[in-house]
């Protein structure tokens, strides 16, 4: 079955940095769109950043333009999310999707697109 396992949460002070990492197994992975999402307490779902299937193409909510960056290693199976100059409203649970690479060509922000979900990572910006 398929399993997407985030990790490199954390608590950091704000203007630090995180990596997260999701890990993927039971699909192939280069088929897939990946994206991350956050939920903070009592808030929607949002999305934060995509990536198509051969991560040549990226797109950032514009919460997180110009402070983050996706980037995924079809070798590894595993996609990234590089985080800077953190402020405490980024604090929330990290969760990585897939879905198919149509996913990333149509709404690829709304979480509908996404079939499979990892468990989630929790960030925490102090300030």
């Known amino acids: 079955q398929v399993q997407l396992v985030e990790s490199g949460g954390g608590l950091v002070q704000a203007g630090g940095s995180l990596r997260l990492s999701c890990a993927a197994s039971?699909?192939?992975?280069?088929?897939?769109?990946m994206a991350w999402f956050r939920q903070a307490p009592g808030q929607e779902r949002e999305f934060v950043a995509a990536i198509s299937g051969g991560g040549g193409s990226t797109n950032y909510a514009d919460s997180v333009k110009g402070r983050s960056t996706i980037s995924r290693d079809n070798a590894k199976n595993t996609v990234y999310l590089q985080m800077n100059s953190l402020k405490p409203e980024d604090t929330a649970v990290y969760y990585c999707a897939a879905g198919p690479l149509t996913a990333y060509s149509g709404s690829y922000y709304r979480p509908y697109q996404y079939n499979y979900w990892g468990q989630g990572t929790q960030v925490t910006v102090s300030s």
């Open positions: 039971g699909l192939t992975f280069s088929l897939y769109a």
